[in-house]
């Protein structure tokens, strides 16, 4: 499970010529996936990575890329049907201060550090904490959390990790 509604993409989102990413290393929770691209579903909400035995974490690719100024958004599962863990399976042991990284294709690597982790039910999902301006670059991390009926998660798990300080 895991939909997060998110605002309808602006025009000036998804330009070419960025680089997009396509690794993200969380070492914290030994995460080192391949980062594939999604888009929006026919109901509005941000796709999710399809259920497969190599589950990857997926960029919205109405997002800005890791590193450009703005909130880039990235989501995983916590499960993935019969195939067992997903790959933000662990997102919700994530503290304040553990260190993301996103390797762009042009090679590039923006490093980042987590601000907080909070836990919030699907119904309130923070849509403006998570997509809305920020003056500088910032990452999310969505996944699914709390109690499961049905196959469905109640709630979303949201990692909001901002830029490393500039080492002197």
């Given at each position: 499970g895991g939909t997060a509604r998110a605002p309808r993409p602006t025009p000036r989102a998804g330009r070419p010529?960025?680089?997009?990413?396509?690794?993200?290393?969380?070492?914290?929770?030994?995460?080192?996936?391949?980062?594939?691209?999604?888009?929006?579903?026919?109901?509005g909400t941000v796709e999710?990575?399809?259920?497969?035995?190599?589950?990857?974490?997926?960029?919205?690719?109405?997002?800005?890329?890791?590193?450009?100024?703005?909130?880039?958004?990235?989501l995983g599962h916590v499960t993935v049907g019969d195939h067992g863990d997903g790959v933000f399976r662990h997102l919700g042991r994530l503290r304040r201060g553990d260190r993301i990284e996103a390797r762009l294709e042009n090679g590039t690597a923006p490093r980042f550090t987590v601000r907080s982790v909070r836990?919030?039910?699907?119904?309130?999902?923070?849509?403006?904490?998570?997509?809305?301006?920020?003056g500088r670059p910032e990452l999310r991390l969505i996944t699914c959390g709390g109690p499961r009926s049905g196959g469905?998660?109640?709630?979303?798990?949201?990692?909001?990790?901002?830029?490393?300080?500039?080492?002197?």
């Open positions: 010529g960025r680089s997009v990413p396509v690794r993200l290393r969380i070492p914290a929770i030994g995460v080192d996936t391949p980062v594939i691209r999604l888009g929006l579903a026919a109901d999710v990575p399809p259920i497969t035995a190599d589950d990857r974490a997926g960029w919205y690719r109405y997002s800005p890329p890791p590193g450009s100024t703005g909130p880039s958004v990235i836990t919030v039910a699907k119904a309130d999902f923070p849509t403006e904490a998570v997509y809305g301006a920020v469905e998660y109640r709630d979303n798990v949201i990692v909001f990790a901002a830029p490393d300080p500039p080492h002197p």
